[in-house]
C-alpha cells in the first residue's frame, strides 16, 4: 500500500485496536498467541494495527527485554497475509535520538506511520518538542499523540498543537486527554492551520462514542472525529468495528448516548479508573484470557496485574452489556487463530 492509499485509509476513518504483548509464565514471548492477536484483529475488521505502544508495554525496548523489533516484526508478517491492506502504526517515543532511531526501524520495516509519544519530554520547552516532532517526521509521517497526564503525558497547550499543526509530515493526531478542553484545544489548532489533510482519531477511552457524534465547529469550519485508535478496542474488537460503522457521520440519538455509557463502564472496569489505571494492561489481558487468547495476564513488570476489585467489575460490565463481547465470534475461530 503506497503513501496515499494509507493516508486515503486513515481519512476514512478506521478502527485501529493497539496490540497487546503475549507472554508465558515466565514473561517471555508467547510468538503463537502473539500472531493469534493480530490475526482476531485482522479477521475482526479493523483497519490497522498500532504496535509497540502503551498497550503492547514500552518495556519492550529495554535493551535486557530486547521485544521490541521482534513484536513490529511479528505483527508486520501477520499483516503482509493479511487479504486486505492495513494501516500499519508503531510506537515512537524517547528523546530525539532515540525517537529518529525508532522511527527508522519502523520505515525499513514497512510502517506506515509513528505514534508519537511526548512522554519523554515532560520539562521540554515548546520549541524543543516542535523541534523533535519536526525530526520524527523528517524520517515517517507522524500520528500526534495528545497523552493524558496521569499515565505518563502532559498538558499540551494549543499553541503547541497549532505548531505541530503545521508540520508537513504529520498525517493524524489520536486525542487522548481524557479532557474536553483540551480535546477541544487540539481539534480548534487543526481548523485553524488550515490542514483537512490531517485526520483526528479518539484516544479517550472515556469518551468513545460521543467523540464520533460530536461535530466540532471553529471558525465556520466543522470536523469530526472519524476513526480510533484505542487500548480499549484491544478488546471487544469485532463490535468495537461495528460501533464504529454505527456512529460515522450519524447524529446523537438516546440510543447512541446510552450505548456510549454502557462503553465508557465497561472501560472503567477494564482500564481499572477507580485505581488511577494501575490494572489497566492486565484489565485487557482479562478479557483476553477469558476467550483464550492469552494463556494468563502476566506483564513485563511483574508489579502490573489487576486491583483490588477489578475482577468484579470485569465480571459485572460483562454481564450488563452482553451486546458488547465478541465473545462468540472469537469461540468460533480461536483455534483457526492459534495453529
Known amino acids: 500500500m503506497n503513501n496515499s492509499d494509507f493516508r486515503s485509509m486513515l481519512q476514512h476513518g478506521i478502527a485501529i ?31 490497522g494495527i498500532a504496535v509497540g505502544v502503551h498497550t503492547t508495554q514500552f518495556a519492550i525496548r529495554d535493551p535486557k527485554i530486547g521485544l521490541f523489533r521482534p513484536v513490529l516484526e511479528l505483527a508486520r508478517e501477520e499483516m503482509d497475509r493479511a487479504a486486505k491492506p492495513l494501516v500499519r502504526i508503531g510506537g515512537i517515543c524517547g528523546t530525539t535520538k532515540q525517537a529518529v532511531s525508532e522511527a527508522e526501524l519502523l520505515r ?123 487500548g480499549h478496542w484491544s478488546v471487544w474488537t469485532q463490535r468495537a468495528v461495528e460501533l464504529l460503522e454505527k456512529c460515522r457521520n450519524a447524529d446523537a440519538t438516546p440510543e447512541l448516548l446510552r450505548l456510549g455509557i454502557e462503553v465508557t463502564d465497561s472501560n472503567a472496569a477494564f482500564f481499572d479508573a477507580a485505581n488511577a489505571f494501575h490494572g489497566s494492561i492486565a484489565g485487557l489481558h482479562e478479557i483476553l484470557r477469558r476467550q483464550g487468547l492469552l494463556e494468563g495476564l502476566w506483564c513485563l513488570d511483574p508489579r502490573e496485574s489487576l486491583s483490588p476489585g477489578q475482577l468484579e467489575e470485569i465480571d459485572r460490565v460483562h454481564a450488563a452489556y452482553p451486546h458488547l463481547n465478541d465473545d462468540d465470534f472469537v469461540t468460533q475461530h480461536r483455534d483457526e487463530w492459534l495453529r
Open 108 to 230: 525499513s520495516l514497512g510502517y506506515h506511520a509513528g505514534l508519537l509519544s511526548l512522554g519523554a519530554l515532560r520539562d521540554a520547552a515548546e520549541d524543543e518538542m516542535i523541534a523533535h516532532c519536526r525530526a520524527v517526521a523528517g524520517v515517517l509521517p507522524v500520528v500526534g499523540f495528545y497523552l493524558q497526564p496521569g499515565v505518563g503525558g502532559r498538558v499540551l497547550r494549543h499553541s503547541f498543537w497549532r505548531r505541530f499543526a503545521e508540520i508537513e509530515n504529520v498525517v493524524a493526531i489520536k486525542i487522548a486527554p481524557f479532557n474536553r478542553y483540551q480535546t477541544i484545544d487540539v481539534v480548534r489548532a487543526v481548523i485553524e492551520a488550515g490542514r483537512d489533510d490531517i485526520t483526528l482519531y479518539t484516544g479517550n477511552d472515556d469518551n468513545i462514542v460521543a467523540d464520533f457524534l460530536t461535530p466540532f465547529c471553529f471558525n465556520g469550519q466543522e470536523r469530526r472525529i472519524v476513526g480510533g485508535l484505542l
Open 17 to 47: 485496536p493497539a496490540h497487546p504483548l503475549a507472554l508465558d509464565a515466565q514473561r517471555r514471548l508467547d510468538e503463537r498467541r502473539q500472531r493469534a492477536l493480530a490475526r482476531y484483529y485482522i479477521a475482526a475488521g479493523a483497519g
